[in-house]
Nanobody, 122 residues
């Protein structure tokens, strides 16, 4: 499993950013996917998840109504559209493959990759 996240950068509070994660090495369309983030000095936390066919989506309360997870199985890519960002959204963002259980638990994912850094200025 290889996951390459990109699209991070510096954005002002209230702005938007779209993250992408390209997957390879497994049958992408067969697996649910998730996005997590980790701020300096904090534990990695759940952001959003999407089922294998995009039929269901799940969000952390902190990003609900601001972020949107989506996927394009033809491109082996999962996206995270980030709108109305806040300084507390500053973190490294990671995508991962869901292996079963609770979506919010990091232990239920694999293939994390190197992540992409999002910095939100106030």
């Amino acid at each position: 499993v290889q996951l390459q996240a990109s699209g991070g950068g510096l954005v002002q509070a209230g702005g938007s950013l779209r993250l992408s994660c390209v997957a390879s090495g497994y049958r992408f369309s067969h697996y649910d996917m998730g996005w997590f983030r980790q701020a300096p000095g904090k534990e990695r936390e759940f952001v959003a998840a999407i089922t294998y066919n995009g039929g269901s989506r799940y969000y952390a309360d902190s990003v609900k109504d601001r972020f949107t997870i989506s996927r394009d199985n033809a491109k082996n890519t999962v996206y995270l559209q980030m709108d109305r960002v806040k300084p507390e959204d500053t973190a490294h963002y990671y995508c991962a493959v869901f292996t079963g259980g609770r979506y919010r638990d990091t232990a239920n994912y694999r293939g994390w990759g190197q992540g992409t850094l999002v910095t939100v200025s106030s």
